[in-house]
């Protein structure tokens, strides 16, 4: 054999296997060094005006743990309703939820203890907002665009309402969604939509920094928002949302008052959500939480509901998409 070519052989593969050496070297798994913490105890309830309270009960996980999340079967609960304890009863239904007999109205302030064997005491409190108050509701059915026909049509359209909302005076918090629930299984779930509004939502979308668009902190489901631009004045919105035509029966746009922790919560979350894809050292985002003694949310929310359908809304065309 050639001594040269040998030789330059010899050069190569030594060189591939330092370079191997040296992936596997840095490839080494990283001892996590920092302080593992005790689990919490997460109070999560969702407060509506004219619906029965009920409670969640789970222990946080340290986020390298992959195991379940652990439920909380054997709290004790305390309501004290605008000032006065009550004697409310909550039943303990599986997977740490516990669903009590005392129904909230709006304007109630409520304030919730829940007693955890081993971990003491956590509370929340929480006042009920008044419903939004809308009137001048007006609904259309966009024609369906009919240009460059191929023969083919999804049938998909389009249909926008608009309403007044009035804002009474002082700090209000307000969320837009759109619920489409199932008149047979009674299953429900949020459905994409636009609010068309420059004053609440400027630049409804935009290109962040790898020209990927995003929603300015609303995620296309829900739409928050504060009275800061329209306090104590009345408002026009306009939405607008594609759908399959047999749908339309099914959908409700819910215009909610909200709570500020409610409003900081979601508003929080959008913004964590937000951070993916920024770069490895973004700043971390604290979610909100309003419970003592542990980690979690009473929020307090009153709908007002707008069908998106009506006994005049016309029978739609088919639109081409």
Not at 238 to 246: A, F, L, P, V
Request: hydrophobic fraction near 30%; charge should be negative; include cysteine.
């Amino acid at each position: 054999m050639n001594t040269q070519l040998f030789s330059h052989s010899r050069r190569v593969l030594l060189l591939t296997l330092a370079a191997s050496l040296a992936m596997a070297a840095c490839t080494k798994e990283i001892e996590f060094e920092g302080e593992i913490t005790d689990p919490l105890v997460v109070l999560t309830s969702h407060s509506e005006a004219d619906s029965i309270l009920s409670v969640r009960l789970t222990y946080s996980r340290f986020f390298l743990r992959t195991d379940s999340i652990r439920s909380i079967n054997n709290a004790t609960f305390t309501t004290e309703l605008n000032g006065s304890l009550t004697n409310t009863a909550f039943q303990s239904t599986g997977w740490g939820v516990y669903r009590s007999n005392l129904t909230l109205r709006c304007g109630d302030t409520l304030t919730l203890h829940a007693n955890v064997p081993g971990y003491g005491e956590v509370s929340a409190g929480c006042r009920i907002p008044q419903r939004p108050v809308v009137s001048d509701i007006h609904r259309e059915i966009i024609p369906p665009d009919t240009s460059g026909d191929d023969g083919y049509y999804y049938y998909w359209y389009e249909t926008s309402i608009s309403f007044r909302l009035h804002d009474p005076v002082g700090e209000n918090y307000y969320m837009l969604r759109t619920i489409w629930k199932d008149s047979i299984t009674g299953e429900q779930r949020e459905y994409y939509f636009t609010v068309n509004d420059d004053l609440l939502f400027p630049e409804s979308s935009t290109e962040d920094l790898f020209g990927d668009l995003t929603s300015n902190g609303n995620d296309g489901r829900e739409y928050l928002f504060t009275d800061e631009m329209i306090e104590g004045q009345t408002h026009t919105i306009k939405i607008s949302i594609d759908h399959d035509t047999n749908e339309l029966k099914d959908l409700t746009l819910e215009v909610c008052s909200i709570s500020r922790d409610t409003y900081l919560y979601h508003t929080t979350l959008q913004a964590q959500q937000n951070t993916d894809g920024i770069g490895t050292f973004s700043e971390p985002v604290r979610i909100h939480c309003n419970v003592t003694g542990g980690i979690g949310l009473l929020d307090a929310i009153a709908v007002t509901p707008i069908p998106y359908s009506s006994s005049s809304t016309p029978t739609p065309a088919p639109r081409k998409r």
